[in-house]
Every structure is written in C-alpha cells, then in structure tokens.
C-alpha cells in the first residue's frame, strides 16, 4: 500500500486569484522521487517523457493586440520534478495580459521558466490557428480494445497480485477508454485512455482491464499512475520490451500524456478524439 504524501503547499485545491501580468512564480514542482520511492522501477530499462499540451494559451504583441496559440511541452521522465497543473494553469493565464515581441520570445520564456522548475530541459512548440488543422489531428488508440470483456467485482485499489500472464509470448497492443484516477489533493476525477504495449509472455486480457480499473479510486497524479502500471507489469511479466501511455482528457486547457517505455523516449502526437 502507498504511503499518503502531504501537498498542503500546492496551489491546487485553493481558492486563488488569477494574476493580472506575467508570472513565473506561479510555477509549482513536484518531486518524481515522491511517487518512486515504493515502485520497482528500475527492474527493466526506462525511458519516456510527458507531452503536455494547451489549448488556451494568449498573449498581446507589441501593439496590444490579443493572439492565441496552442502549444506541446515535453518533460523528459528523468527530470526531477513535475510540473503541478494547476499552477501551470495559473502561469499560463499570466500571459494574457502581457506584451511580448513575438512568438518566438514567449516560447522561449516558456522554455526558460519550465525549465528552472522542472530542473531539466524543456521542449516547447507553439502552434498559430493555421497550424491547428494538421497538427492537432484527431486519431483512434491502435490495439486490442479490452472495454467489452467481464471482470470481476472491482478491486478498491490497485494490487498487482490482480495481472497474471499466460506462458504465450508474442507483441501485442491493448488499450482502454475505462481508466480513471482521481488527483491526490482534490479528490477530482481524472479520465484516460491508457494503451499498454508488450513483448513477451502476454497477460490475460481480462486481468488486465481488472487491474486497470482498480485504479478507479487510485489518489494519484497522472505521471504516478503511469509509472505505478509500467513497474507493476514489469516486476511480475519481466517482458522483453514494455509501453505504457496514458492519454488524458484535458482540466483547465491542459491534457497530459505521459509515456513510461522500455525503448521509446516519445512518439509524434496524435490527438484522441475525446482530448
């Protein structure tokens, strides 16, 4: 069982106002260590990021006038800290009112400021209207959909004493449109497809989706989650090659698509349909 962690000093889950100007100060990091310290998370190679991306980002040019973009973050899954969403939220909305020369400097201020707190290098893509057709594409998760099969009743928390694996190896995909968490702090509900790809002594299908949706009631951010599946699966399949990506639905503008891989450090981004 996981140990409760203390968040009293985050920002989420409090009333706040909205900043007027640009500031950086509402950035707030989480330690990666905290959701660690009781994984097995380095039986198998690790590697990936979290692609974040925001749909509700704006600005002023130099004359005042509003304009908008979309834009994708990418945090290595080695850098210290996470970024905390809510906080990301508020720091974004400190653009708004705010001049900047051009894109290009509010990128690279993102860049700069993402960075100081995450404590690794930070990638950072703005996306003007013009560009939001061909790169915010709508596409459907490939694999085996395990939405259809029976489990049994669900467990109360995630146990993964619930996977098994049969003795066939093979390459398969599977995914889940039926995942939710819930945040540690606020108790909300957090939605996700969650695409596990294998190499290996394949698990049960129906284990599988069981031990997925034990994570119904699982008070835990969506990096942690993540990596909790990725190190579950690993200590008890030790397959050859592992996936595990998340794809959530969007709070406050923001969705976040964290990836734990055996050799996959990031894929190009594909928007499901309900993010």
């Given at each position: 069982m996981k140990e409760k962690t203390d968040y009293a000093s985050l920002s989420l889950g409090k009333s706040v106002d909205y900043p007027e100007a640009y500031d950086p100060a509402q950035l707030q990091g989480i330690s990666r260590a905290i959701g660690r310290q009781n994984l097995a998370f380095q039986l198998l190679p690790v590697t990936g990021s979290d692609l974040w991306n925001a749909y509700e980002l704006s600005w002023l040019n130099a004359s005042g006038k509003p304009q908008v973009a979309c834009a994708q973050f990418e945090f290595p899954?080695?850098?210290?800290?996470?970024?905390?969403?809510?906080s990301f939220k508020l720091y974004l909305n400190s653009f708004n009112q705010t001049r900047f020369d051009s894109a290009a400097a509010v990128e690279q201020v993102l860049k700069v400021d993402l960075a100081a707190v995450a404590g690794s290098k930070?990638?950072?893509?703005?996306?003007?209207?013009?560009?939001?057709?061909?790169?915010?594409?709508?596409?459907?998760?490939?694999?085996?959909c395990l939405d259809d099969l029976e489990v049994p009743e669900l467990a109360a928390e995630p146990n993964a004493g619930l996977l098994s694996f049969s003795d066939?190896?093979?390459s398969e995909k599977y995914?889940?449109?039926?995942?939710?968490?819930?945040c540690p702090v606020t108790g909300q509900p957090d939605w996700a497809t969650v695409e596990?790809?294998?190499?290996?002594?394949?698990p049960e299908p129906e284990a599988l989706l069981g031990y997925l949706l034990s994570y119904r009631n699982n008070d835990e951010f969506h990096e942690q989650c993540v990596e909790r599946i990725f190190a579950d699966i690993a200590e008890l399949a030790k397959p050859e090659k592992l996936t595990v990506y998340a794809r959530y639905t969007r709070r406050g503008g923001l969705d976040i698509n964290p990836l734990r891989s055996t050799h996959e450090e990031r894929r190009?981004?594909?928007?499901?349909?309900r993010q």
């Open positions: 899954f080695d850098s210290p800290n996470m970024i905390e969403s809510k930070v990638s950072v893509n703005l996306y003007a209207p013009e560009e939001w057709q061909k790169t915010l594409q709508v596409q459907r998760p490939v694999g085996r066939v190896k093979g995914y889940s449109n039926l995942f939710r968490s819930r596990v790809e294998i190499s290996g002594n394949l190009p981004f594909s928007r499901l349909p």
